[in-house]
């Protein structure tokens, strides 16, 4: 299966530690897409990518997270000096399609838990 | 700030009955539209997706869309006890916005 792929699956780490997650989306797929979930909420969009150029990135992302794509393949997404409120489920998407029409395929998610 | 409304539930329907989902969009310029379906614990997974007025069907589900109205409805019909999940609406582009999504439990 080369579905998208997520490591790793689960992070518990102490408030104020830095974490990295990684995706690989479906290799056909030029478009990456990162969320973030909570409990009772849908994916709420963190940053999006097209080949390796990130376009757009959440006004709600503090500076604190920062997102690469170094070769327009796999991604990475690294949160410094974590708090509590980042505790979530990380989701990361790919699609391929024209004017973003493509519909995105997510992978199985990193669960984050700050302690 | 764009938002996609749906109702939280639960909508609770019994097996073999038709389930209705139903949600609005505030943004007029959406040009594509996708339902998610979330199992607990783990990733939405793509449903339907439709991107014109009218209806799509797909097997047990219809998906339908009125952008006059800012509103697109998914339809399960001869709903299973395997239905049970979130349901996610949400409007595409670059920056897709995901509603909270609805709770079905389809009772056996």
């Known amino acids: 299966d080369t579905g998208v792929s997520q490591n790793p699956r689960h992070k518990i780490t102490k408030r104020g530690q830095n974490v990295t997650f990684r995706c690989d989306p479906i290799s056909e797929h030029n478009r990456l897409y990162w969320y973030r979930q909570t409990l009772g909420q849908g994916p709420e969009f963190l940053t999006y990518f097209q080949n390796e150029a990130q376009l757009e990135k959440s006004r709600l992302l503090s500076d604190r997270f920062s997102a690469e794509r170094p070769k327009g393949s796999f991604s990475t997404l690294e949160i410094q000096r974590t708090e509590q409120g980042d505790s979530a489920m990380y989701l990361c998407?790919?699609?391929?399609?024209?004017?973003?029409?493509?519909?995105?395929?997510f992978g199985d998610g990193t669960r984050l838990s700050i302690l | 700030q764009k938002e996609v409304e749906q109702n939280s539930g639960p909508l609770s329907v019994p097996e073999g009955a038709i389930a209705s989902l139903n949600c609005t969009y505030s943004d007029r310029g959406s040009q594509s539209f996708f339902w998610y379906r979330q199992y607990s614990g783990k990733s939405p997974e793509l449903i339907m997706s439709?991107?014109?007025?009218g209806d799509k069907e797909d097997g047990r589900f219809t998906a339908q869309l009125n952008k006059a109205s800012q509103y697109v409805s998914l339809l399960i019909r001869d709903s299973q006890p395997s239905d049970s999940a979130t349901y996610l609406c949400a409007t595409g582009g670059f920056k897709t916005i995901f509603g909270a999504g609805t709770r079905l439990f389809v009772k056996a």
């Open positions: 439709i991107y014109s007025n």
């Open positions: 998407a790919s699609s391929l399609g024209d004017r973003g029409r493509g519909p995105q395929h």
